[in-house]
Antibody, heavy 119, light 110 residues
Framework: QVQLQESGPGLVKPSGTLSLTCAVS???????????WSWVRQPPGKGLEWIGE???????NYNPSFKSRVDMSVDESKNQISLHLTSTTVADTAIYYC??????????WGQGTLVTVSS | QSALTQPASVSGSPGQSITISCSGT?????????VSWHQHHPGKAPKLIIF???ERPSGISNRFSGSKSGNTASLTISGLQPDDESDYFC??????????FGSGTTVTVL
């Protein structure tokens, strides 16, 4: 079955770059044209927030709230997705999820990884 | 983009039906039939239970049903079971070519 697993540093210093990877198993990141790979986060005590998505072709669609700070990439050879968020502040402290999307919904999610921005 | 509005909590007894609302605007819920519902046990991966307002993925019980009226979508769980105790969130595609989520609802089985 399809599984997604987020990983990366659990602690990032303010003004630093938050970098996460999402390892995908059970399906190739580019095995279907309709696949889009999203990153979603949930700050403590708050609701979910969509960060953006990337198609395996490299086309991206970012939430305007993050547009100047976010970069996503796909590594087909490693079958993984990456997220980079620059100029972080404590407000970026959250559980970060990756998800496989198509047809305007998400079919598979990772369990999420907590990233704390703190000095 | 403001979050979609959901009740913080809903409860019901086993066997009863409950409904969770998800209120948005005509730029998201009201403007598109791309509303989804996920079940989320904290610490685990969210699970898709409804997409395109009312469609169920393969393997999802028909006790879960979705609907929409105007700018408000709804998830109904019928024949409530102890296993249904979880968090539920809605989501919608928006006119900004982005996605917005609901604030989340905790379902308690009494």
């Amino acid at each position: 079955q399809v599984q997604l697993q987020e990983s990366g540093p659990g602690l990032v210093k303010p003004s630093g770059t938050l970098s996460l990877t999402c390892a995908v198993s059970g399906v190739g990141v580019s095995s279907a044209y309709e696949f889009w790979w999203s990153w979603v986060r949930q700050p403590p005590g708050k609701g979910l927030e969509w960060i953006g998505e990337i198609h395996h072709s490299g086309i991206t669609n970012y939430n305007p709230s993050f547009k100047s700070r976010v970069d996503m990439s796909v590594d087909e050879s490693k079958n993984q997705i990456s997220l980079h968020l620059t100029s972080t502040t404590v407000a970026d402290t959250a559980i970060y999820y990756c998800a496989r999307g198509s047809y305007y919904t998400w079919w598979n999610w990772g369990q999420g990884t907590l990233v704390t921005v703190s000095s | 983009q403001s979050a979609l509005t959901q009740p913080a909590s809903v409860s019901g007894s086993p066997g009863q039906s409950i409904t969770i609302s998800c209120s948005g605007t005509n730029s998201d819920v009201g403007g598109y039939n791309f509303v989804s519902w996920h079940q989320h046990h904290p610490g685990k991966a969210p699970k898709l239970i409804i997409f395109n307002v009312s469609e169920r993925p393969s393997g999802i019980s028909n006790r879960f049903s979705g609907s929409k009226s105007g700018n408000t979508a709804s998830l109904t769980i019928s024949g409530l079971q102890p296993d249904d105790e979880s968090d539920y969130f809605c989501s919608s595609y928006t006119s900004s070519r982005a996605y917005v989520f609901g604030s989340g609802t905790t379902v308690t089985v009494l």
